[in-house]
């Protein structure tokens, strides 16, 4: 019998589902919160004068206790629709805390307002009083931003018509990867898979399964396609109506400001990542020839090498996943092992469930909950501490006011990628022979491969798709013709067969909160990588160090974060190469035990 549960506890936020009566009442008192604060913000503005300190400090705390409750909402619905894709009445809760987020945006954009019109030095001045101190980046970044946005009226009218257009392709997109279906014979049986379990069966050590699974694959998102291609081409077209009206030229403006990164940044990195990957090249060169192929075709990719990669139980993932944490963290391992006793994770594979997997927090109960469908996978195991550091992320800024804990996705990854380099390492280190030290290696180089080439083919794709965009809608022969394109970029033509309907199959590109959810993920990578090799050196000593740069994550830049905790400039190539050597020496490993 199984010591962890792998299904979670939502009943302690709101018991009941989403037929929650305590639910309905939470969201009734955020309906009269979300206008109290919308009311006080018209009176502010309508009083005809600049807003004191007192008017500016009680319509901080409100903005600060509704964005708590939404977020508490927010991930309620979200986990309620995850784990059971039927559930209409979920479904129905999202729509209508999507549209109180809309209407506490509406006011937000006033709000900042208000803040444009406080005098430079007076503002200054503000920033350095209590309660504003421990915020003042995440205001005054505010300010600075509503300066570049169109009257309060304008985004209060773009925000309002996003819930129904904007946001609703996204849900859209959702809807049909719920009734996503896959018919597989399986040992002669016939069985339905969501789109969760068949992307776990294109990891198969079984060549036949992922050939077979792959061709089925692409022929399902080959029948949707028109379907995604109209969410895409939607959601796509209204952000650029939106840059267009604000002055914006460049469709990076938006993400790179969520990511607090500057351009100069990114292209350093990506960069220092293209002028690196003949190492990899190699490495899926020397694969396919263990395979006994010509080449790798994409569903290769990330299949293990030899049968040695052992199956690994929940219970035995959660203790090794412990142990390994303990090494570097004691704090952090105690967090880990409170999330698998408490049930804070949703992990059992079973039909239903929304693919892929995440992190979402409760703010107003200090509790976060993990999502995602373990297969007993070393992949699944590596999933399983990314969601966890993501987890203590959040864990350590609890205490912290609402707004300083909004970090962006970009430090979010970095979090998450560093608890799967603590527990990959370790599980070298302590593996009982060459074959299974081989697949971790393996295993680790894999998502080196995501972040540099993978995750890069998203960025290419993406940033062609909107200049093409901006002419008009892009058909699904275009899309197609486009991902293959960057997906033979960004593997320096290493592989035989790609994945065309890539763009179809990958929620990150629908998803409307973030645009360009690409790049964050291999900043958070390489990010992690120097953090990392800092806690090497460091050990024990740099635990509390960790905690630190953690809690600066929502109150500065990323240059500014790396300068201050790392001593390193980011728009500088150095920083960048060290951190791709650290992915290179793995690559050199794998390649001089697999010579003959």
């Known amino acids: 019998m199984s010591q962890y549960s ?22 009734q008192r955020m309906e009269r919160d979300v206008e109290q ?34 977020r508490e909402a927010d991930s309620f619905a979200s986990c309620l629709a995850a784990e059971n894709q039927h559930d209409k009445k979920a479904v129905q809760l999202a729509g209508r805390i999507s549209s109180l987020n809309a209407s506490f945006t509406s006011a937000l954009t006033r709000f900042d307002q208000l803040l444009r019109q406080i005098p430079d030095g007076d503002w200054a001045a503000l920033l350095q009083e209590e309660p504003f101190r421990a915020i003042a980046y995440p205001l005054d970044e505010r300010r600075r931003l509503a300066m570049e946005k169109l009257a309060p009226e304008q ?29 597989f014979d399986e040992n002669g049986k016939s069985v339905s898979l969501s789109a969760g379990q068949a992307a776990n069966k294109l990891h198969s050590p079984n060549r036949d399964v992922r050939v ?39 469709v990076l403006k938006e993400p790179l400001a969520i990511n607090r990164m500057s351009e100069k940044t990114l292209n350093v990195m990506w960069d220092v990542i293209d002028r690196n990957k003949a190492p990899f090249v190699d490495y899926l060169r020397r694969k396919a020839d263990m395979f006994g192929l010509g080449s790798l075709s994409w569903h290769d990719v990330d299949a293990p090498v030899g049968t040695s990669a ?37 992990a059992e594979d079973r039909p239903g469930k929304r693919p892929g997997g995440f992190c979402t927090s409760f703010p107003i109960k200090g509790e976060t909950r993990i999502f995602m469908t373990y297969a007993n996978t070393a992949s699944n195991v590596a999933t399983l501490a990314h969601e966890l550091g ?9 205490d912290m006011p609402a707004l300083a804990q909004e970090y962006a996705m970009n430090v979010a990854e970095t979090a998450s990628t560093f608890a799967e380099m603590i527990v990959a390492d370790a599980a070298v280190g302590q593996a009982e022979n060459r074959e299974e030290r081989l697949a971790l290696i393996e295993d680790k180089i894999q998502r080196s491969v995501a972040f540099f080439m993978n995750i890069h083919a998203r960025f290419l794709f993406e940033t062609e798709f909107y200049e093409r965009r901006k002419q008009g809608l892009v058909g699904v022969d275009q899309l197609c013709e486009l991902m293959e394109d960057a997906q033979r970029r960004a593997y320096k033509e290493a592989l035989g067969e790609y994945h065309p309907h890539f763009w179809a199959s990958k929620l ?29 050196r460091e050990g024990a000593a740099f635990e509390d160090k960790y905690v630190s740069l953690l809690r ?22 150095d920083f960048w190469q060290g951190a791709v050597d650290l992915a290179v020496r793995d690559v050199n490993q794998f390649m001089e035990m697999t010579k003959t």
């Open 390 to 398: 993501h987890a203590y992320h959040q864990h350590v800024m609890n």
């Open 155 to 183: 985004e209060s009218l773009i925000a309002d018509l996003a819930v129904d257009g904007y946001h609703g392709w996204e849900e859209a997109y959702n809807t049909a990867v719920g009734k996503f279906k896959i018919d």
């Open 508 to 536: 990150h590109f629908y998803i409307t909160g973030v645009p360009f959810y690409n790049f964050p993920y291999t900043f958070g990578y390489l990010f992690s990588s120097g953090i990392y090799a800092v806690a090497q």
């Open 212 to 250: 077979r699974l792959f061709a089925d694959w692409e022929k399902a998102w080959a029948d949707s396609a028109d379907y995604a291609a109209d969410a895409l081409n939607r959601l796509a077209g209204f952000r650029l109506q939106v840059y267009k009206h604000r002055g914006w030229d460049s």
């Open 552 to 573: 600066d994550t929502g109150s500065m830049t990323v240059e500014r974060l790396a300068e201050k905790h790392l001593g390193v400039d980011l728009t500088q190539p």
């Open 310 to 346: 052992k199956e690994v139980p929940f219970d035995e993932a959660a203790r090794m996943i412990v142990s390994q944490f303990r090494s570097f963290s004691p704090k952090m391992a105690d967090f880990a092992e409170m999330a698998f006793e408490k049930r804070w994770i949703e």
């Open 37 to 70: 604060f919308r009311q006080a913000v018209l009176a502010a503005a309508g009083a005809g004068a600049v807003a004191d300190r007192g008017t500016i400090a009680g319509l901080v705390e409100r903005m600060q206790n509704v964005t708590l409750m939404l």
């Open 6 to 27: 792998l299904v979670w506890d939502l009943d302690v936020f709101f018991p009941g589902g989403s037929g929650s009566a305590e639910f309905a009442q939470f969201l």
